[in-house]
């Protein structure tokens, strides 16, 4: 198998040895031939040297059409077939390049030893490239691709512009299940043959089975451009565009805060593509953020555990797993999928941040939490905060014990139950309390005191059913 297409981007010293031989014999010679098919033949042999084969066999084309009897344009016209892969078609011009010039393969044109070398390596070269191509052929055949990867490997540092070898190497790729290695041959051979549907059509299937379905639309529109009426480029141009319009809006809404709307979008994503796992991965992922955004943390936590089960250091689900985790204050939890996100994404400020975040909660919880405290979630609001302290404060008013022990505890527990209201209920207050930070820590620090040991009669003159500073109405009876 003559393979041309790897030199005729050096055309003067590194095409086939018949073509060197031939441009030394006849370069400049009266051939017989007219103007017009002569015009063509230069036209053509530079879009050859340019390595523009398309273009170059039509002009070939026009020379046979101009004069059939022309073993020149027959010639040249098989070059170019060798480097688009059609050995069939260049051999048939051969074949009848011989029929016209019987002494063809016998010119004497006394080169140089340079350029006798250099035609005797090319034909030794095409000798082994014929063998290497029968053998990829046959492991082909007997599924063996692994072996046919080598094959055409090798062929294909010679015959770059080969564009069937390259489509057969893109096939081996995907049988062999790594689709991602055959979209570069794919895309060569899509640029070395004209109207390559097909080659377009493979690619965007490939990027729609790797889940990225903006550039499958991209290919399948490539597909679309040549052929208007392709039945499998339309099929599937109509299901990879109903996919990415539900994404980008399910996006849309993420980007607005509407997180409910995007995880209904994403879950019609998942209905409309059942058969591709990654799409529902990626929707799961997706739908685990929402969740934790919208401090839904049970759900949260279910739909990112099972994103996670199929791919433990997707880094995504760890991070919104986490802050969930926060919200339910399993802050252990939360500082264990950080770490494990960490591992695979050093550089992230974001899990800095949240991992220093957790493990400052998680101290914080050993001593004091004001959410536990007042029993109500990270995520309540001050209605209910408000609500939850009369409760308790009503509850575990001294007043309502009779011994001494007893006060002794509801004193305490009380004064809890007022400081917490005091935190959460206050903006800049809760917003470093749920930081990390305590609140009352840092104003005891500077008032000298303990905020965790305040005595009763701090709190003697607060109306826990009041909105304000009103006095306090009950009445105590210490004894």
Known sequence: MVCPAASAGRLGSALPFLLVLFDLQYQGAECGINAEVEKQLEMGKKLLAAGQLADALSHFHAAIEGDSDNYIAYYRRATVYLAMGKSKAAIRDLSKVVELKQDFTSLKSNPSNNEEKEAQTQLTKSDELQR??????????????????????????????????????????????????????????????????????????????????????????????????????????????????????????????????????????????????????????????????????????????????????????LKDRAEAYLLEDLYEEAIKDYETAQANSENDQQIREGLERAQKMLKQSQKRDYYKILGVKRNARKQEIIKAYRKLASQWHPDNFQSEEEKKKAEKKFIDIAAAKEVLTDPEMRRKFDAGEDPLDAESQQGGGNPFHRNWNTWQGFNPFGSGGGPFTFKFHFS
Request: net charge negative; glycine share 2%.
């Open 132 to 317: 290497l191509h029968s053998q990829a052929l046959s492991a082909y055949q007997q599924e063996d691709y692994e072996a046919a990867i080598s094959l055409l490997d090798e062929i294909l540092a010679v015959c770059v512009w080969d564009a069937e070898l390259r489509e057969l190497r893109a096939e081996c790729y995907i049988k062999e299940g790594e689709p991602s290695k055959a979209i570069s041959d794919l895309k060569a051979a899509a640029k070395l043959k004209n109207d390559n549907t097909e080659a377009f059509y493979k690619i965007s299937r490939i990027y729609y089975q790797l889940g990225d379905h903006e550039l499958s639309l991209s290919e399948v529109r490539e597909c679309l451009k040549l052929d208007q009426d392709h039945k499998q480029c339309f099929s599937l141009y109509k299901q990879v565009k109903k996919l990415n319009k539900q994404i980008e809006s399910a996006e849309e809404f993420i980007r607005e805060g509407r997180y409910q709307d995007a995880i209904n979008k994403y879950d019609s994503v998942m209905k409309t593509e059942p058969d591709v796992p990654i799409y529902a991965t990626r929707a799961k992922e997706r739908i685990c953020h929402c969740l934790s955004k919208n401090q839904q943390a049970a759900e949260a936590i279910k739909v990112c555990t099972e994103v996670l089960q199929l791919e433990s250091t997707n880094v995504n689900a």
